[in-house]
């Protein structure tokens, strides 16, 4: 079973109005795995610099953070002014020679974090000094979450509840690239492929949408599911999408076929409860893969954080946690963050796996070829398979 390793808490005291909501709803690593972020409540995220090995996140099994790590880096707060729903980190291109922006040291990248706020609003900051970069605007209603393009690009997407996803530039001063309307509901989630050549989002609807990420065009809607949509994560290789919904199911695709490949199914562990009970206690919250793409995550209504090995149908660890809402893995693998409804930040191990060759060769060759290449490709029929990860 997954071990507790630590568990952060709000610095503040929890207030009793409505805007001094503690609930944590988004959590991420940087790229490097460097530094870490939570949406705490109370208007404020937390960025800890992190450690790089087990050992050292041990130490902060007391509810505190250890404060130093490379670079002799300290952690801050940024005071957002509104409920934080969404986070993502992104690497700010090398400032070029003349630039006016004395935020970044010419030549070298430096950290952004962008966080999607309760008024619309997207504050994007610079990690290492904590300075405020942009502030854009354009939605109507609470951000939810957020999406930077993993190619490194300044490419950022949002998803809203006002129904629509906004792609802006941040190359361009954060200026509003494109809008995507096609949801009917609020929009819970986004996630660009590791290739960048597609976006999905969920919302509260029964169908995940699929955009192309080259003419920001509507490919697909992906329909299999009985309840809302609100989660969403692309494999490594971009080669699988995974949707987790209200439904207690979790949906692996194809997601340049439109193919259902597997449904992972949210059973109660006491077979007591009944019929009737069992959608409800649970529905997912969030799903997510792992940095080598051979396990998932899983968060439910059900009290428990699941993880599930790529080819089986089963899980293959428990954990019991208390309101879960996301989870996320660390970049290099070996443990999950998760984040609870009273502010909470939980840190477990997760299962350790030796890419076979066989998957290591798969991911390299789904990196750069799509289903449809791989299928005229002039290799045997259970090669074709294997590649497709129709062999589950």
């Not at 002799?72 to 400032?95: M, N, Y």
């Not at 999406?147 to 809203?160: E, K, R, T």
């Not at 949509?229 to 987790?244: E, G, K, W």
């Amino acid at each position: 079973e997954p071990l507790l390793l630590a568990e952060l808490k709000p610095g503040r005291p929890q207030r009793y109005d409505w805007k001094s909501s503690c609930e944590t709803w988004s959590v991420a690593f940087s790229p490097d795995g460097a530094w870490f972020a939570w949406s705490q409540g109370h208007c404020v995220v937390k960025l800890i610099p992190w450690p790089l090995g087990e050992a050292e996140l041990c130490k902060s099994r007391g509810g505190k953070a250890e404060s130093r790590s490379r670079g002799g880096a300290k952690e801050k707060t940024l005071e957002c002014g509104q409920i934080v729903w969404g986070l993502a980190f992104s690497t700010w291109p090398a400032a070029e020679e003349g630039g006016t922006d004395p935020s970044c040291a010419l030549g070298l990248p430096c950290l952004v974090l962008a966080t999607g706020l309760n008024d619309g609003h997207i504050k994007v900051w610079e990690v290492q000094t904590g300075h405020l970069l942009f502030s854009l605007l354009g939605h109507q209603d609470v951000v939810r979450d957020l999406s930077f393009a993993p190619n490194g690009s300044p490419i950022l997407v949002s998803a809203s509840r006002d129904k629509t996803l906004r792609v802006w530039d941040l190359s361009r001063d954060g200026r509003q690239v494109q809008v995507l309307a096609g949801h009917v509901q609020w929009v819970y989630c986004c996630s660009i492929s590791p290739d960048c050549s597609m976006i999905c989002s969920a919302a509260g609807e029964k169908a995940a949408l699929l955009w192309s990420m080259r003419s920001y065009t509507l490919i697909r809607r992906l329909e299999g599911h009985q309840s809302s949509v609100v989660s969403c994560d692309f494999s490594p290789d971009s080669a699988l999408l995974v949707t987790a919904s209200y439904d207690a199911c979790a949906i692996m695709w194809d997601p340049y076929t439109g193919e259902q490949l597997r449904t992972l199914r949210h059973v109660p562990l006491h077979p007591t409860l009944d019929s009737s009970s069992e959608i409800h206690t649970s529905s997912l919250r969030s799903v997510c893969f792992s940095p080598e793409g051979l396990y998932l995550a899983t968060v439910a209504d059900d009290r428990l954080l699941r993880i599930w090995a790529l080819e089986l149908r089963s899980p293959v660890a428990f954990a019991p946690m208390t309101n879960g809402l996301c989870c996320i893995y660390f970049p290099h693998g070996g443990f999950i963050a998760t984040g609870t409804r009273d502010g909470h930040v939980q840190f477990w191990t997760a299962p350790r796996a030796l890419s076979s060759l066989k998957h290591l060769c798969r991911r390299a060759l789904r990196t750069f070829l799509t289903t449809y290449q791989v299928l005229a490709l002039p290799i045997p029929r259970k090669l074709k398979e294997f590649l497709t990860y129709r062999t589950f």
